[in-house]
C-alpha cells in the first residue's frame, strides 16, 4: 500500500484561528478594521517597535517603497533573476528599468559584488531576495546602498523570523516587504506588510494602499496621489494574529526539519550524487524553503515526475526571471546570468512545513537517492 502524499508545502491553521474568523465574520466589521491594526501593532512590536504597515500581499509592498522613495522612469533598480516574477515586476510597474545581477553559487542570493559592478549614475536602489528564508550579508548590503546613496528595498518575502547578527530581519535597514501568502511560515491566506522608516512614509503607504484617499473630519476626503485598492481585510488580519503567536515555534522546528535533511542526506551525499545541498545555516535562516540543485544530467521536469510518483510534492522556485518571455522581449538573453540560469533550470523545492515529522523528512530523502540514482 501507497503512503499518504506529502506535500511540498501546507498551512498549519489551528482551531483557535477557525474560531476567530468566525468572531470577525460575526461581528459585522469584516474588511480592514481593529483586527489589521492589531495586526500591524503585534507586527511592529516583533521588529523592534519600527512602523508597519499591512497590505493585500506581498507584491504591493514593494510597489509601493518604490513609490514612496520617488522611483520611476528613467531610474534602475538593481535585483536577482533568482526569484518570483514579482520581484522584477514592480519595477516595471513604476516605470523603472530592472537591472539584474547574478547569484552567488552557494547562497543562491544576490551576489553582492555584481551589485556594486552593476552601478551606473541611474541606479536608485536594490531589491535583494532572501530566497528560502537566508539572508544576505547585511552589513555589505547597507555599505553599498550608503557608498551609492540607494534605496534599498528588502524582498523579504520568505523571511519573517529570519535574523542577521541576532536582530531580526525587518528590524533594522530601509524599506523591509514580507508575504503572508499560504506556503509562507506565516500566513494570512494572502497578504504582507511593508516596514517603513517613518511617520511620512508611513501615511504615504495608506495613501498607496486606498486610492491616495486623505480622510478628516465626518466628510473631508482628498487625493492627492495615485493609490490602488491594496488595503488587508480583518479577516486576514486575524489569522495572522493568530498564526504570529507561534512563529518562535514555527522558526525552531523548520530549522530542526533541516538538520534532519542534512542529517537524512549525509556528508557524502553531494559527491556521490552531484547534486548541491543548500548552505547549513541555523542561526539566520528561517528555513522557509529546503531546496537541492539537481545534476545536470538529470531533467527537472523527469525527477519531478518520479518523486511525485512516489507521492512526494516537489516544487521550482524560481526559474531565472531574465528568461521570461516578458523579460527577453526587453533585451535579456541566455548567457547574461550563467549562475542564475543553471540553479534556475536545476532548483527544486523538497517538502518543509510545520506539521512534517522526521519520518517525512527520511521519506523525502530516500526517494531523492532512489530517483537520482
Known sequence: MSQAFLPFSRPTIDEETIAAVGEVLRSGWITSGPKVQAFEKLLSDYLSGRIVRTFNSGTCTMEIALRIAGIGPGDEVITTPISWVATANVILEVGATPVFADIDPVTRNIDLDKVEAAITPATRAIIPVYLSGLPVDMDRLYSIAAKHNLRVVEDA???????????????????????????????????????????????????????????????????????????????????????????????????????????????????????????????????????????????????????????????????????????????????????????????????????????????????VKSVLK
Open 157 to 367: 518575502a520568505q523571511a519573517l523570523g529570519s535574523t542577521w547578527k541576532g536582530k531580526r530581519i525587518g528590524s533594522f535597514g530601509d524599506f523591509a516587504s514580507f508575504s503572508f501568502q499560504a506556503n509562507k511560515n506565516i500566513t494570512t491566506a494572502e497578504g504582507g506588510c511593508l516596514v517603513v522608516n517613518n511617520a511620512d512614509e508611513a501615511r504615504l503607504a495608506e495613501k498607496y494602499r486606498l486610492q491616495g484617499v486623505t480622510r478628516s473630519g465626518f466628510d473631508g476626503l482628498e487625493v492627492d496621489v495615485l493609490g490602488g485598492k491594496f488595503n488587508m481585510t480583518d479577516v486576514a488580519a486575524v489569522i495572522g494574529l493568530c498564526q504570529m503567536q507561534h512563529i518562535d515555534a514555527v522558526t525552531e522546528k523548520r530549522r530542526a526539519l533541516a538538520k534532519r535533511y542534512f542529517a537524512a542526506f549525509g556528508k557524502g551525499f553531494e559527491q556521490e550524487f552531484g547534486a548541491q545541498l543548500p548552505v547549513a545555516d541555523f542561526e539566520n535562516s528561517n528555513w522557509h524553503m529546503f531546496q537541492i540543485v539537481l545534476p545536470d544530467r538529470m531533467p527537472r521536469a523527469v525527477f519531478m515526475e518520479k518523486m511525485q510518483a512516489q507521492n512526494i510534492g516537489i516544487g521550482y522556485h524560481y526559474p531565472a526571471i531574465h528568461l521570461l518571455k516578458l523579460y527577453r522581449e526587453r533585451g535579456f538573453k541566455e548567457g547574461m546570468y550563467p549562475v542564475a540560469e543553471r540553479v534556475g533550470r536545476q532548483i527544486v523545492t523538497l517538502p518543509m512545513f510545520s506539521a512534517m515529522v522526521e519520518n517525512d523528512v527520511d521519506r523525502a530523502v530516500d526517494a
